[in-house]
DNA sequence: GATCAATATTAGACTACACTAATATTAGCG
DNA sequence: CGCTAATATTAGTGTAGTCTAATATTGATC
């Protein structure tokens, strides 16, 4: 699945914020996003699911707890695509952003 | 409407994909569109208002023609958005880097 | 000013997807 | 073991969003 489609989702979106800041229990993930969405747990547990199958949370268990991590890899995939827009909002990157920027890319694609 | 909505859908950033390119007519992005999706002009000019709208791009007169060019404002958004987990993929961030990417965020607030 | 070319708009149909409600699974604990 | 807590799954429903088909608008050309 396209991770813009995944991130098109705003309950996805804030899961993933959440789970920027650390690891969190589905538990934790439920609380938040009950709260701000009032949506059902059964909801929360699907999207987990998606985040998970198209790979962008990875899950561990703990007793009977579910947790949660981010998995940066489709995420950067986004930041990857916007590479071709970059140009726009830093028109002159110099010399030394630009060695930058380089290594970041090279670094890409060799891991 | 949010930036990832409108990214959601790969019509739409195929559009996009081409204005990075440079600015291009109604009629080039429904020819590109039409032969890579086999949809109908109506929905080229759909997606492309869309854009408009949600400020993705913009567009000027040609005569009869109409010249759509990208807005990055709203691309931003979304590079803002992942400032959150580079940290991910940047585990460690030199000096160097550090100061451009301040730099960077800097300017985005003043603008 | 009729006609053609380029593009936009509208109305309605179809589909994908996120939701709820109900139920299943699994681990820990007395 | 039976019970509870934490989480996942399934089936079914409603709706948002994208599409087609048809039509409208606008500018250029003769």
């Not at 970059?86 to 002159?92: G, K, M, S, V």
């Amino acid at each position: 699945m396209d991770a813009f489609d995944i991130l098109g989702d705003p309950v996805r979106r804030r899961i993933l914020e959440l789970l920027a800041t650390g690891e969190h229990s589905s538990g934790d993930v439920v609380a938040v996003v009950q709260r701000e969405f009032g949506i059902t747990q059964s909801a929360v547990s699907q999207q987990l699911r998606i985040l998970r199958d198209a790979g962008f949370a990875s899950v561990r268990a703990d007793g009977t707890r579910r947790i949660y991590a981010v998995e940066p890899g489709r995420l950067r995939e986004v930041d990857d695509w916007l590479d071709r827009f970059r140009a726009f909002w830093l028109p002159r990157l110099d010399a030394l952003a630009t060695e930058v920027a380089r290594g970041k890319r090279k670094r890409r694609r060799q891991e």
